[in-house]
């Protein structure tokens, strides 16, 4: 009698975790996790459009470095490095400037790229700052009465003058891209807004034109420039970002 209660127990005990075990929700769905592996590394080349100016305008001389450094997924340190000289002929005065300049700050690229891409249209900001100094090489005097000078203004010197220790900063909104034409190498263009907020400028004679930041406009502290570069990328490490795929399901209840 004994046993018999025994196996009787046991029967039911088994009964019980087979049906405990049916009633547990069983997910079939595969977890299928990918490991996408990013380029973290310097990039870093030259502008293209100031040698070509140079050859195009004889009164011009530039080079400009460019280079960024990935932080993030989308995050760049960005940077620009240059020299230019250029001479200006205006209406009553002809002088020349030179100088160098630096641009610090970031990029973040708002493009999407497929696995394996390295393309990026971004937006980003820089805080500038350039030193340099002008050279008034010739100047004439403004006389609306064209009496004894009909074809031109009075002529004032040709004796050159330099105005040295000038400085200047400024921000600057950037928009552009980068597009990797072939291994780790990058041709990229940006469109730059500056606003000056400070410079060195006085009344005898006027920042006209500032390296970096181009022609100053009477009267406003906006200025415009670009860039056409051709970089290359050096990478240091890759860094995993892992992205799951959902697998959509269907005929669920059917």
């Known amino acids: 009698m004994l046993r018999y209660f025994i196996s009787l127990l046991l029967f039911l005990s088994l009964i019980g975790g087979y049906s405990y075990g049916q009633d547990k929700p069983i997910d079939t769905r595969p ?10 590394g310097l990039r870093a080349g030259i502008d293209l459009s100031r040698p070509i100016l140079g050859f195009l305008d004889d009164d011009y001389t ?9 932080l993030t997924q989308t995050l760049y340190i960005a940077g620009e490095l240059g020299n230019e000289e250029k001479t200006k002929q205006e209406d009553l005065l002809n002088f020349t400037t030179s100088g160098s300049y630096i641009k610090i700050g970031v990029d973040n690229n708002t493009y999407a790229n497929w696995y394996g891409e390295q393309n990026s249209i971004f937006i980003g900001g820089r805080l500038a700052y350039s030193t340099f100094s002008h050279t008034l090489n010739n100047y004439q005097y403004f006389d609306s009465n064209r009496y004894w000078n009909p074809d031109g203004f009075a002529p004032g010197s040709d ?18 891209t980068k ?11 940006s469109v730059r807004l500056g606003f000056l907020f400070t410079d060195t400028s006085d009344t ?31 990478p240091f490490y890759k860094k995993k970002n892992k992205t799951k ?4 399901e269907t005929g669920e209840g059917q």
């Open 179 to 189: 597009v990797e034409l072939f291994a780790n190498i990058f041709l990229g263009a």
């Open 245 to 248: 795929k959902k697998i959509a």
């Open 62 to 70: 530039g080079v400009e470095i460019v280079a960024d450094y990935r």
């Open 159 to 176: 004796v050159s003058e330099e105005f040295s220790g000038r400085s200047a900063a400024w921000i600057e909104a950037v928009f552009g």
């Open 204 to 234: 005898r004679f006027p920042d006209l034109w500032i390296p970096g930041f181009n022609k100053v406009t009477d009267g406003s502290k906006f200025g415009v420039g670009y860039n056409y570069s051709i970089s290359y990328f050096l």
């Open 31 to 40: 977890k299928d996790t990918v490991v996408y592996k990013q380029s973290y």
